[in-house]
C-alpha cells in the first residue's frame, strides 16, 4: 500500500499560557508517523496554530490526545482575543499531500468528526470539501456570531446544530470545526496605524465575500500589545490569487489613508511555489522557472528526476 501523507494544521484558542501552549503542543512530538513542522501563538490572537505532516491515523491519535489536553484547560466562556473562534479546539483541516485524494481525506474527516465527538464529547461541524450543507463550506458561517452566539443558537436554531452531536456545544470547550481544504496560506499585513477601524476597511475591500479577490478572507484586527491594526488574511487558493497581487492592493488602500505597510507575516507553513511567484514579481525575473533554484533542482538530481 502506498504512503499517505496527509498536511494538518489544527488551531487551539490559547495564545497566552505558555504551559498550555508547550502541553499542547507536546501531543505531536515524538510520535512515531507524525511530523511537528511549525507552531506559533499570538497573545492578540490569542490562538496557537500548530503545522503538522504525516500519515493519516498517528496525526488523529494525536489530534485527540491535544484536544483532550485543551479541553482541560481552555474554557471558552472565559476566552477573550482578536481571532474568531467557537471552541478551544476551533478548527482541524486536513489537506492531502501524497499518496491520498480530497475524496479520501473528506472521508476521513468525517470519520474523525465521529470519532472526536465519541471520545471528548466536543460536537462537530463540518466544512470546505467535508461539508454536508452547502452552506457550511464557509468556515465564516459556521462561526457566525462566535462562540458567545453559537453555544444558545445551536440549541434552538435546527440550522446551527452541529453536525456530530447534540444540539448544544460543550459547556466549556465550544465547538470544532473539522474539514479537508487545499493548501492555506495565512497571510497577514500589519499596519503603521493603531486604528483597527482602517485595517477592517482594507480586510472588506480584498476578501471575498465583500467584493474583493475570491479565494481571500480577510479581518482587521487590533495588535493592542504593539500598538498596531492589522488586516489578517486566508488565501485558500494562492494559485488564483497571488500574495503580491492581495499585498499590493492592501498597499494600494492603505495609502488612501495615509498609512503604511510596516511588515508581512505568514502564519505556519507555506507551498514553495507561493513564494517563488510573489519572489520572481518583485525582482522582475523574465521567465522564472522554479527549477533554476539550485537547492531545487539538487532535490530532483537526488531523487533521479532529472537528467
Known amino acids: 500500500m502506498a504512503l499517505q501523507l496527509i498536511e494538518c494544521v489544527p488551531n487551539f484558542s490559547e495564545g497566552r499560557r505558555q504551559d498550555v501552549i508547550e502541553e499542547?503542543?507536546?501531543c505531536f512530538r515524538g510520535k512515531r508517523g507524525v511530523y511537528l513542522f511549525d507552531y506559533r501563538a499570538d497573545e492578540d490572537h490569542n490562538r496557537l496554530v500548530v503545522s503538522l505532516a504525516g500519515a493519516p491515523e498517528p496525526i488523529c491519535d494525536a489530534l485527540i490526545e491535544a484536544a483532550k489536553t485543551a479541553e482541560k484547560h481552555i474554557d471558552m466562556n472565559k476566552h477573550q482575543g482578536g481571532?474568531?473562534?467557537v471552541?478551544?479546539?476551533d478548527?482541524?483541516?486536513f489537506t492531502p499531500i501524497k499518496g491520498i485524494t480530497m475524496e479520501e481525506c473528506?472521508?476521513?474527516?468525517?470519520?474523525?468528526g465521529e470519532r472526536y465527538y465519541k471520545e471528548t464529547g466536543i460536537p462537530v461541524y463540518f466544512y470546505e470539501d467535508a461539508a454536508l450543507r452547502p452552506e457550511r463550506k464557509k468556515l465564516e458561517v459556521v462561526r457566525k456570531g462566535q462562540y458567545e452566539v453559537?453555544?444558545?443558537e445551536a440549541k434552538t436554531n435546527p440550522d446551527r446544530k452541529p453536525d456530530v452531536g447534540e444540539a448544544c456545544l460543550h459547556p466549556t470547550a465550544g465547538a470544532t470545526v473539522v474539514g479537508a481544504r487545499k493548501f492555506l496560506v495565512a497571510f497577514n499585513v500589519n499596519l503603521g496605524t493603531a486604528d483597527v477601524n482602517i485595517a477592517k476597511k482594507i480586510a472588506s475591500a480584498v476578501r471575498a465575500s465583500s467584493g474583493g479577490f475570491c479565494h481571500v478572507k480577510g479581518i482587521g484586527l487590533s495588535l493592542g500589545?504593539?500598538?498596531i491594526a492589522q488586516v489578517s488574511m486566508n488565501l485558500t487558493d494562492y494559485e488564483k490569487?497571488?500574495?503580491y497581487r492581495v499585498l499590493e492592493t492592501v498597499r494600494m488602500e492603505a495609502k488612501r489613508w495615509g498609512v503604511p505597510v510596516i511588515e508581512t507575516e505568514v502564519y505556519g507553513m507555506i507551498p514553495m511555489n507561493a513564494i517563488l511567484e510573489s519572489a520572481a514579481y518583485y525582482l522582475q525575473i523574465a521567465d522564472f522557472k522554479p527549477e533554476q533554484v539550485l537547492e531545487l533542482k539538487l532535490l530532483d538530481v537526488m531523487d533521479g528526476k532529472a537528467e
Open 91 to 93: 478548527v482541524i483541516p
Open 106 to 112: 473528506i472521508a476521513l474527516a468525517r470519520s474523525f
Open 87 to 89: 471552541g478551544a479546539v
Open 150 to 152: 453559537l453555544k444558545e
Open 83 to 85: 481571532h474568531p473562534r
Open 24 to 26: 499542547i503542543v507536546s
Open 241 to 243: 490569487n497571488s500574495l
Open 225 to 227: 500589545e504593539r500598538g
